[in-house]
Structure formats: structure tokens, C-alpha cells
């Protein structure tokens, strides 16, 4: 009997770790960090090389340090990050302490995708280019942050300003403890999207720099994985980059309301000395050494428009806003929004309010958000009363109140920069810069 009874447990035993064992397969399949077609595994489920290591920490001060200052700082994080993280069993594991797992490549334009299961109470996050942060925590009221929004939900840009977009997310996409989240993130510029389990948490929202308010997004910085007091495991860490063409159709978005000005055929349409320009494969183009400005032949007042840049390595040439149709629209004009090579060492020593995306002489607009020279730059504008907004490439560069403007760069006049309506168009100054998918909405 005792024999019967013994034989029958260990077949039992068997039977159960049988179970268990194909249990644990599929659950191993689930994280087996291959990455899907076309993106690359960030993390190899068996070490942390290839990974560096930063707090919560201020990267312009990073661009400030010698070299031996940065070397050693990194040195030094990465003694504290290899106290606190570990792989186990193909999982990434954080104590909830250290320093912060940090990629070893910036990224501008991208896909990431990311798995992560936490414990209660907890509240970590993702820092995108260095900058905090899609937020994760404890959702539940027993977490005792929902005076923080914790209610909510994971996934939010929790440190973007009070009311912006994007700061509580659009649903509650948390799974219950114990369970593995999923995360989804496009970011292009600073507009970014957040699904969490597959439902989308954040729409097209701009992700504020933490570090300062007043400026935009760095263009290209780390991911971080943020550390915060209690434990967190991550796996499938993939992330897929984002090429200008595809960046351009996804900031483009709808375009209800948008009207195409340029058929990509001829010049019908436009007026000025459109013999000065050409079209090739769909776009205008100023011929080389030519010049002039061109535009649409029709009275716009507030307006937004999109399109498509490619400048030549060296090239220089402005969006007419509101001109006149004749003179120089720089000054007669409400403003020339300047389309420049701003990496050309011949413009090294411009003013600021002569590089690209500037009201030119009179608003500066922040700089390092372009494409490499030759690739096309998706740019939007917008024009309400006397205020001009300037997106480039995801990337809010110039916001300006223009009437509020009292100081011009050689103290020359501006006297058309208060006009209500005229023409948009192209102020060419004799490169052969390109302009394509040309749409205008107006908005009163």
C-alpha cells in the first residue's frame, strides 16, 4: 500500500512538474526579448551591456562637463546601477533603488516598445531624451496617490505643466498586480503617444522639457528607466527608429480643412517672378542663383499651413507671411519666417534672429531641430492675429507675439509686421531650396 501511495506521488509529482514546466515555457515564450520585424532588442534577457547609468539629472549640465568630468560621473553611476539591477530569469530586475538604466544611444524620432511589472505602491516611470516622464504607480486607492492623480492611471506625461495635454491619460489601462504591463511609445520631435495594453493612453500630446519650460524638447536624448523606492521588472525592450518620410506623415495628421496650393505640376496659382523657380518631382524649387518671391495668389488673414523643406548645404530662402506681393517681405511683409542651412559655417555668425524658423530681425527661434542637410523637414505654421507659431519636425521652435516686438537686429524698421492679411509664399535669395506637399487652412 505504502509503495502504491508513494508511486502514485511521484507520478503526481511528475504530472505537476510536467505542468509547471510547460507553464514556464509559455510563459518564457512571452519573454524571450526577440524583437518584432524591424525593431531592435534594447535589452538581450542575460546582461546589462550596452546600457549606462544617470539619475534624475539635468543632460545640458552633461554637455557642460570636460571630458574626464563626464567620464568619471559615468564611471561612477555605473558602479551604483550594477548594485541594483539584475537579470533574472530573463527578466530585468530593479530593487527600486540606484541609479536610473539608461540606453546608450539618444534617439530622436522612434517606436518603443516596453513590458514592465511593478508591486504595490509602487511609482516609477520612462524618461524620454533625459526628460521625465510616462509615469507608472499604484492606481488603486490603497496606493495613496490619487491626490497625485494616481486614480488615473499609468501612462500619463505626469510632469508636463497643470491642464496641458497629455498629463492624465485618456483611460485607465492598468492591468492588477502581478500581471506583466505593455507599453507602446511614438515619439517624433516632442509630440508623443502612449498606448498601455493596447489602448491608447496618450494622443499626439507635446511632452514639456522638465528642465526648462521655456524652450522645446531636446531633439535627441536617452530613454531611462526610472527607479523609485519599490521594486519593478522589465523584458522586451525594443525600439524602432523613425525615418523623416514616415515622421512627416504621421505629424501631418488630417488634413481636414487644409486646401493643396501647389498642383506639383506648374505654377498655376501663383503669382511673382515664378520664372525664377522650377518644379522638379513634385516640388518647387528656387533655380540657383535666382530668387524673388513667389506665392499663392490668394489674401490669407489667421492661417495655418503645412509643408515640406529641403535645404542645400548652404542654402538660405524664407516663408512669406502675409506679404503685400511686392517689395521685400522681411520688412514690408508681417514677417519672412527664414528657411536656412543653420549648420553652414558661413552662417556661424548670424545674429540669432536670422536662423531658421526666426521671424527674420526680429523673434530668434530655438535651434538643432533639423533633418541633416539635404532631407526633407516637415514644418507647420501658424498665424493668429499678431502671434506666429513654428513647429519643425515635431518640435515647437518659435512662439511669438510680434506686436509685443520693440527691438529689430540693426535697429531697421519692420513696418508691415503689423498687417492682418496678405500672401504666403516663398522668398528666394538664389539657392536651390525646395518646398512639396504645400496645404493651407485658413482660420478665419
Given at each position: 500500500m505504502k509503495r502504491w501511495l508513494a508511486g502514485l506521488s511521484a507520478a503526481l509529482v511528475g504530472t505537476a512538474l510536467l505542468g509547471s514546466a510547460t507553464a514556464a515555457e509559455k510563459y518564457a515564450g512571452d519573454r524571450d526579448n526577440v524583437p518584432p520585424e524591424g525593431f531592435t532588442a534594447l535589452f538581450n534577457g542575460k546582461d546589462i551591456n550596452g546600457w549606462r547609468a544617470l539619475p534624475h539629472f539635468d543632460p545640458r549640465k552633461i554637455k557642460e562637463m570636460k571630458q574626464e568630468e563626464a567620464d568619471a560621473m559615468w564611471a561612477k553611476n555605473w558602479e551604483d546601477a550594477v548594485k541594483h539591477w539584475?537579470?533574472?530569469?530573463?527578466?530585468?530586475?530593479?530593487?527600486?533603488?540606484?541609479?536610473?538604466?539608461?540606453?546608450?544611444?539618444?534617439?530622436?524620432?522612434?517606436?518603443?516598445?516596453?513590458?514592465?511589472?511593478?508591486?504595490?505602491?509602487?511609482?516609477?516611470?520612462i524618461y524620454l531624451k533625459a526628460t521625465p516622464q510616462v509615469q507608472i504607480w499604484d492606481f488603486t486607492k490603497e496606493g495613496g496617490k490619487w491626490n497625485l492623480g494616481a486614480d488615473k492611471g499609468s501612462g500619463g506625461l505626469w510632469n508636463n505643466s497643470a491642464g496641458a495635454k497629455g498629463k492624465d491619460p485618456l483611460v485607465l489601462a492598468d492591468k492588477p498586480f502581478g500581471e506583466w504591463n505593455k507599453f507602446k511609445i511614438k515619439q517624433i520631435g516632442a509630440r508623443t503617444w502612449v498606448w498601455l495594453n493596447d489602448k491608447l493612453v496618450v494622443d499626439d500630446a507635446v511632452l514639456d522639457n522638465f528642465w526648462d519650460r521655456k524652450a522645446p524638447l531636446f531633439a535627441t536624448g536617452p530613454i531611462q528607466l526610472q527607479t523609485h523606492g519599490g521594486e519593478i521588472r522589465w523584458r522586451n525592450i525594443f525600439i524602432r527608429e523613425i525615418g523623416a518620410e514616415e515622421a512627416a506623415k504621421t505629424l501631418s495628421g488630417s488634413d481636414e480643412g487644409f486646401t493643396s496650393v501647389f498642383n506639383g505640376k506648374d505654377f498655376t496659382g501663383w503669382g511673382g517672378p515664378v520664372d525664377q523657380y522650377d518644379v522638379v518631382d513634385g516640388a518647387v524649387r528656387c533655380k540657383k542663383g535666382k530668387g524673388g518671391t513667389i506665392y499663392f495668389n490668394e489674401t490669407l488673414s489667421d492661417f495655418q499651413v503645412k509643408l515640406e523643406i529641403r535645404i542645400p548645404e548652404g542654402g538660405n530662402n524664407g516663408l512669406a507671411i502675409r506679404y503685400p506681393g511686392q517689395g521685400d517681405t522681411a520688412y514690408v511683409g508681417m514677417c519672412e519666417l527664414q528657411v536656412l542651412d543653420n549648420e553652414s559655417p558661413k552662417y556661424a555668425k548670424l545674429d540669432t534672429r536670422q536662423y531658421h524658423g526666426s521671424a527674420y530681425g526680429m523673434a530668434a527661434a530655438a535651434r538643432g531641430y533639423h533633418r541633416p542637410t539635404g532631407e526633407w523637414n516637415y514644418q507647420e505654421v501658424t498665424v493668429k492675429g499678431s502671434t506666429i507659431k513654428v513647429e519643425l519636425n515635431g518640435s515647437t521652435i518659435l512662439d511669438t507675439d510680434l506686436s509685443k516686438i520693440t527691438e529689430y537686429m540693426a535697429k531697421s524698421p519692420h513696418p508691415g509686421k503689423e498687417r492682418t492679411e496678405g500672401f504666403f509664399g516663398f522668398a528666394g535669395h538664389g539657392d536651390a531650396v525646395e518646398f512639396r506637399n504645400i496645404r493651407i487652412k485658413k482660420l478665419k
Open positions: 539584475t537579470v533574472q530569469e530573463g527578466d530585468l530586475v530593479n530593487d527600486g533603488f540606484g541609479t536610473y538604466l539608461t540606453t546608450g544611444k539618444d534617439y530622436g524620432s522612434y517606436e518603443f516598445m516596453i513590458d514592465y511589472k511593478t508591486v504595490a505602491k509602487a511609482d516609477s516611470g
